[in-house]
């Protein structure tokens, strides 16, 4: 079992930047393929970043925030975290922390576990 704890979200205006972080339990972190989504009120979750295990880090995003959002970990300290600028107004969500030993079921937003999430407005 993998808890995972998100922290970071906040009130911003918009053009503001904002670091979100996710806290893993997993003795073997380095193994798990970790991810960001997000759920704005009415709308379905979207799926935003993504970064493989092990150390290499290759990442994929979504298409509404490439360039704007990095996505990182640290296995030292069993952390991923979600770099966002530029915010807007459309950034405004609630942003889950996901876990996989599969890097595919993060993109498709089918992962083992979840977070509880942390919850980004962005006022324009």
């Known amino acids: 079992q993998v808890q995972l704890v998100e922290s970071g979200g906040g009130l911003v205006q918009a053009g503001a930047s904002l670091r979100l972080s996710c806290a893993a339990s997993?003795?073997?972190?380095?193994?798990?393929?970790m991810g960001w989504s997000r759920q704005a009120p009415g709308k379905v979750r979207e799926f935003i970043a993504a970064?493989?295990?092990?150390?290499?880090?290759?990442?994929y995003y979504g298409d509404s925030v490439k360039g704007r959002f990095t996505i990182s970990r640290d296995n030292a300290k069993n952390t991923v975290d979600l770099q966002m600028n530029s915010l807007e107004p459309e950034d405004a969500a609630v942003y889950y922390c996901?876990?996989?030993?599969?890097?595919?079921?993060?993109?498709?937003?089918?992962?083992?576990?979840w977070g509880q999430g942390t919850q980004v407005t962005v006022s324009s």
């Open positions: 996901a876990a996989s030993l599969t890097f595919q079921k993060i993109v498709v937003m089918t992962p083992q576990y």
């Open positions: 970064i493989k295990r092990g150390g290499g880090g290759s990442t």
């Open positions: 997993a003795r073997t972190f380095s193994s798990y393929a």
